[in-house]
């Protein structure tokens, strides 16, 4: 586990600093880099700030999504639309190397086994945030397919409209090579300290699923944390 405290004022940056520097890691190892983004409102000022200010190599990475709602992708409900907004559509990037997560179709299952198929066996850098509840992705608390331990993509229904999505599954989050959890705001402080310093239960806490990632929190999100942190 690493944390990584910043200002709010510098989060964005701060974070999107954090990525890139993985991005480029990935990319001098291996040729090529499998980032797959997180949706949600924490993201999009770090996207925002990758686009503008972050030195990547865009032409020599492939964007996947770590979970998708059931709707069109020009929906402003849609994690791939706010993505596009943010950082797709202004980098040099060949739409080729984006793959979105097809939620809305109507046989989710097969939708989750296409995307499954496209997915990397091991992401190089994956993007996660955190809900109110302990969520990550599309995982959700006592949710059967925090359970998964074969199917790497999965169609579910969370406990908010819109219900029906698209998920990576625990294996996903295990076999990444670089796992960021992006998590703002002092009205998460408590679930964060909670995930990080209470007890392993990550049926109850899905996101504990990444709590050997690296945690990049703003000031207001770390501020029940129990230890002095950077």
Known sequence: MTILIAPASAYPAVAAGEIAEAIAVAITARGRCALALAGGGTPMPVYQSLARHAPIRWSAVDIYFGDERAVPPDDPESNYRMARESLLDTIALPPAQVYRMPAERLDRSQAAAEYEALLPAVLDVLLLGM??????????????VLRERE????????????SDRLTITPPVIAAARAVFVLVRGRDKA?????????????????????RGGRW???DAAASELGEPRR
């Open 131 to 144: 809900g109110h509840d302990g969520h990550t992705a599309s995982l959700f608390p006592q949710a059967a």
């Open 151 to 162: 199917r790497r993509v999965v169609a579910v229904r969370g406990p908010s409209a819109p």
């Open 190 to 210: 408590a679930m964060v300290a909670r995930a990080l310093e209470g007890a392993e239960e990550p049926l109850t806490l899905p996101v504990q699923f990444a």
């Open 216 to 218: 990049l929190l703003d």
